[in-house]
């Protein structure tokens, strides 16, 4: 069992920076990958970066550029670091992680919006 952790969410004008972490209940050295999706209304809960047990990132190509995951192993934590936010950036980001099974985190609302 994987319990994730969210924290970081809420309410930013465009073009500001919002930092994402999820903290995980077992070492995340052992989980193949972790990342985060989003769901915005009415649409379906996409990729938006992940992060392999040896530290490969993968982006989306819509925050390539713009977003950063990075991890510290010593606190079990996975982060995303989001810059130059767009209004259809707004979504619920979940958490995830690929541990013999997927899980996922309780997701943490971010609003872009003026």
């Known amino acids: 069992q994987v319990q994730l952790v969210e924290s970081g969410g809420g309410l930013v004008q465009p073009g500001g920076s919002l930092r994402l972490s999820c903290a995980a209940s077992?070492?995340?050295?052992?989980?193949?990958?972790m990342g985060w999706y989003r769901q915005a209304p009415g649409k379906q809960r996409e990729l938006v970066a992940t992060?392999?047990?040896?530290?490969?990132?993968n982006y989306a190509d819509s925050v390539k550029g713009r977003f950063t995951i990075s991890r510290d192993t010593s606190k079990n934590t996975v982060y995303l670091q989001m810059s130059t936010l767009k209004p259809e950036d707004t979504a619920v980001y979940y958490c995830?992680?690929?541990?013999?099974?997927?899980?996922w985190g309780q997701g943490t609302q971010v609003t872009v919006s003026s």
């Open positions: 077992v070492t995340i050295l052992s989980i193949n990958t």
């Open positions: 995830y992680a690929n541990f013999r099974r997927p899980y």
């Open positions: 992060i392999t047990s040896g530290g490969w990132p």
